[in-house]
């Protein structure tokens, strides 16, 4: 079964870091891209950035670039997301999410249950 | 960017059709067939229903269904079920190699 797993999140000041990840199984990690998206409390989703299975592509929404920076290890098949200077507007939860091959990042398929990052 | 746009709220009887707009004039959107759909139970992951406008991933039911005219996108949930309440949200890819997201519609099985 496909499955993606996220952690990572927590509480943390404003002005502070976070660095979160997910752990990919039951697919080949580095054959699909992979998609962070983010849902603010009572909020609709909100993209926020993909990667090309490779790694070497990058993609964010443009009002976080520069904040955050996306990566893969696909020796460990895990994906992460760096976030700096947060701000209290980046509070939601997290959802790490499969694309679907072929399909570059338009699209995904299987998501994670999300981590939830709070900032206060 | 500006969401794409959709109604906020959808309601409908058991067995009865409804249909889910999302217009992205506005936003930039770059082509016609980059759209899908995604359905949210309350503290759930959305899961994928519709991808490239009318296409369905294997496992979702054929009351789903997706279409496109002009700048707007369309979803149709058919043969209504209770089961089907739930927040539903539209997604493009935009002009600036990034993906836009509608700001979601609640439907309400009556």
């Known amino acids: 079964e496909e499955q993606v797993v996220e952690s990572g999140g927590g509480l943390v000041q404003p002005g502070g870091s976070l660095r979160l990840s997910c752990a990919a199984s039951?697919?080949?990690?580095?054959?699909?891209?992979m998609t962070w998206v983010r849902q603010a409390p009572g909020k609709g989703l909100e993209w926020v950035s993909a990667i090309s299975g490779s790694g070497s592509s990058t993609y964010y929404a443009g009002s976080l670039k520069g904040r955050f920076t996306m990566s893969r290890d696909n020796s460990k098949n895990t994906l992460y997301l760096q976030m700096n200077s947060l701000r209290v507007e980046d509070a939601a939860v997290y959802y790490c999410a499969k694309n679907i091959g072929g399909h570059f990042f338009y699209y995904m398929d299987v998501w994670g249950t999300g981590t939830t990052v709070t900032v206060s | 960017q500006s969401a794409l746009t959709q109604p906020a709220s959808v309601s409908g009887s058991p067995g009865q059709s409804i249909t889910i707009s999302c217009s992205g004039t506005?936003?930039?959107?770059?082509?016609?067939?980059?759209v899908s759909w995604y359905q949210q139970h309350p503290g759930k992951a959305p899961k994928l229903l519709i991808f490239e406008v009318n296409k369905r991933p294997s496992g979702v039911s054929n009351r789903f269904s997706g279409s496109k005219s002009g700048d707007t996108a369309s979803l149709t949930i058919s043969g209504l079920q209770t089961e089907d309440e739930a927040d539903y949200f539209c997604?493009?890819?935009?002009?600036?190699?990034?993906?836009?997201f509608g700001g979601g519609s609640r439907l309400t099985v009556l």
């Open positions: 039951g697919f080949t990690f580095s054959n699909f891209a």
């Open positions: 506005s936003s930039g959107v770059a082509t016609s067939s980059l």
């Open positions: 997604c493009s890819y935009a002009r600036t190699s990034t993906l836009l």
